[in-house]
């Protein structure tokens, strides 16, 4: 299955609050879960990545939990700033070589 | 590191010609590279996976015949939009994938196609 739902579809925080982003996945096999922020006419960037024997990975602001069991994983982002205004996108890969499934994103915008 | 280029980034053409979009690694080897298209406000959807020296992979509902890739080296992939109709308008986006365990993609910044 290739099924990732992305949750929520927009977001809005002000600066200074933390930004949770879910996705969930279907897959059981899947070991790899990048997550990318895009800009307007950019390419997706990845910013942070988990794989599946790892619970949680943080990088400064950007954090990522992965519950195999509930199948899902999160990205949060604290102390958000507006320069963090983008869309979001989680993705996985099952295994199977180095297919991406992409979530549907998130359009995250940070209020001064 | 791993830098992946896309040429043009943007191009506008007319109704039924053919446009070409380079993709390249810059400072790796890509064994995989695959392309994507995207609508606004929408997520990637793949098109096509291709493998240096071999024939690319489409998608269900990709016309292969439509959407030529080629993947001649290990840094270099190109699509070519044949006969392109405003339909086919959309910001194209390849990535570059190293192989191996780690299982990443590296994303070109994409190509703004406009077909009039």
Known sequence: GENVEQHPSTLSVQE???AVIKCTYSDSASNYFPWYKQELGKGPQLIIDIRSNVG???DQR??????????HFSLHITETQPEDSAVYFCAYSSGNGNQFYFGTGTSLTVIP | GAVVSQHPSRVICKSGTSVKIECRSLDFQATTMFWYRQFPKQSLMLMATSNEGSKATYE???EKDKFLIN???LTLSTLTVTSAHPEDSSFYICSAAPGGYNNEQFFG???RLTVL
Do not use: R
Request: no cysteine; hydrophobic share 30%; aromatic share 0%.
């Open chain 2, 60 to 62: 269900q509902g990709v």
């Open chain 1, 56 to 58: 949680e990975k943080k």
């Open chain 1, 62 to 71: 950007i954090a990522v939990t992965l519950n195999k069991t509930a199948k």
């Open chain 1, 16 to 18: 200074g609050d933390s």
């Open chain 2, 109 to 111: 910044p994409g190509t």
């Open chain 2, 71 to 73: 993947h001649a080296s």
